[in-house]
């Protein structure tokens, strides 16, 4: 059980199923046996049994604007949070997000973490620095900066917008379409 190369891959956080054809053709059970006998994620094993089988939903259904600025929290259908997250270290995380985490958690038992401890949104010096990624990204160990700082979130967001009204699968590798590759 494995993919073909090159296959189109999609990130799991927000599915939409056709449960009645996901019955059918027995694709859970292909997903759990992916994970059984490879040890794949959820994310890994659902692509692997679920190969040539889906298409694209809008990109604001999964929003993953913390790579870009063109897309923020407040366009989001559903929010997808990467790296920082609000219930967790919140560095990197858009002001507006936090706000509502905030207000949300506020009168209940989990609303201790989002009390600030210091003067000034935690991440604001991540922020500040990834100002600098083209720069620090031409240094040959700084791979990391030098992808992001090519990074077009609006070129990907773009590609798969285009992808999910055209109802296809998603374009192999978009990240090298988008400037990360």
Do not use: C
């Not at 992916?34 to 259904?61: R, S």
């Amino acid at each position: 059980m494995s993919m073909q190369p090159g296959a189109p891959y999609f990130n799991s956080g927000i599915l939409v199923f056709d449960m009645e054809a996901v019955r059918e053709q027995g694709l859970l059970e292909l997903t759990r046996q992916a994970v059984a006998e490879k040890g794949q994620g959820d994310q890994g094993a659902l692509n692997i049994a679920f190969e040539g089988k889906w298409q694209t939903m809008h990109p604001n259904w999964n929003l993953m604007s913390n790579g870009t600025l063109d897309y923020r929290f407040s366009q989001a259908f559903a929010r997808h949070f990467t790296a920082g997250k609000p219930w967790g270290n919140q560095v990197g995380v858009e002001l507006d997000a936090l706000k509502v985490w905030r207000e949300l958690a506020q009168d209940t038992p989990w609303g201790k973490p989002f009390q600030q401890k210091i003067p000034f949104e935690r991440g604001v010096m991540k922020r500040f620095f990834r100002k600098f990624d083209a720069l620090t990204g031409l240094l040959a160990t700084k791979d990391v900066q030098r992808r992001r700082a090519h990074y077009d979130g609006k070129k990907m967001h773009d590609i798969y917008a285009k992808q999910a009204d055209a109802h296809m699968l998603a374009a192999p590798f978009p990240e090298r379409l988008g400037g990360f590759g």
